[in-house]
């Protein structure tokens, strides 16, 4: 695997460098810190300033934490701070924003896995975001809003990048997940009962990479790689900010990397979720 570190900006083959399988470490753009910065706020104003937001697991139960959570993701995601956040991390990569679209930011949050791994906190499994309906050009960013250690962050296992898994996405639908399961995740509470596209063949951990940034600190990567959600067993509840950015032409021409096993056959319902990093408009969809 390449890795990168703070070389993303004004590098001159950016996306094509992410789409051959390089994961870019950013520890000094402004616009991440801004972004950490605005979930912090969002965390301050959604659970009350003086919550120690990283016990939140130990200060309510599940039943109460479920709600307020749910009250923090919506607040960060539909805010248009986050939004014009990200313009400006594509201005300060030295890329043009007419360029690229962008997904809702999303702010998670990971408490212990035995006080609650489905629903609202989902533990993600190994997938690529490709079986989830992404397009295969999509460049996924992760940032973490406190440090974290390898226990608790995500993994991203590059050996598979090139290797197909056996996996359920071709019977996983992104239509049928934005129009049902997705709002269901609330009453996901002590069991993931939502379908969702997931390996059907061993996994091996052993090439896995668990990159432990600090709060602020960003990691770059394709959405074909295979990554997941590393189960926090850690006593620290985990915030993490991430968003995705797709190349136009690029999503038009059906470039990227190339696609090794997700049977997702319909990844263009996703589109209305899509932003203009320019105008932060909608995106309409592909004309023919
Ligand atoms: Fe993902």
């Known amino acids: 695997m390449d890795l990168y570190v703070n070389q993303s900006k004004n590098h001159p083959n950016l996306k094509e460098t992410l789409y051959t399988g390089a994961i870019f470490l950013e520890t000094q753009l402004q616009s991440a810190r801004q972004l950490r ?159 969702h596209p997931v390996p059907l063949e061993e996994v091996s951990s052993s090439n896995e990479a668990r990159i432990a940034p600090n709060g602020g600190e960003m990691l770059i990567f394709s959405g074909a790689h295979l990554h997941g959600t590393v189960p926090n067993r850690t006593e620290q509840t985990r915030f993490s900010v991430d968003f995705r950015l797709m190349h136009i032409e690029d999503l038009k021409a059906g470039r990227g990397p190339v696609n090794v096993d997700s049977g997702c056959a319909d990844p263009e319902a996703g589109f209305k979720d899509y932003f203009h990093a320019d105008s932060l408009l909608p995106f309409q969809g592909v004309r023919a």
């Open 37 to 195: 910065e605005f979930a912090l706020q969002s965390i301050a104003h959604v659970l009350g300033r003086e919550t120690d937001a990283r016990s939140l697991h130990k200060l309510m139960p599940v039943a109460e934490f479920v709600p307020a959570v749910s009250r923090l993701k919506s607040y960060f995601t539909n805010s248009a701070e986050a939004k014009e956040i990200i313009r400006s991390f594509v201005i300060e990569l030295g890329e043009d924003p007419a360029d690229y679209l962008f997904d809702v930011p999303r702010l998670r949050v990971v408490p212990h896995y035995d006080y609650l791994h489905a629903g609202i906190s989902y533990a993600y499994k190994p997938h690529r975001d490709t079986w989830y309906g992404s397009v295969q050009c999509q460049i996924n960013t992760w940032m973490p809003v406190h440090g974290v250690v390898p226990e608790q962050t995500m993994m991203i296992n590059p050996e598979y990048f090139t290797k197909p898994v056996s996996n359920s996405s071709a019977d996983w639908q992104l239509s049928n997940w934005i129009s049902k399961e997705r709002k269901l995740a609330s009453i996901n509470i002590t069991e993931e009962t939502r379908p």
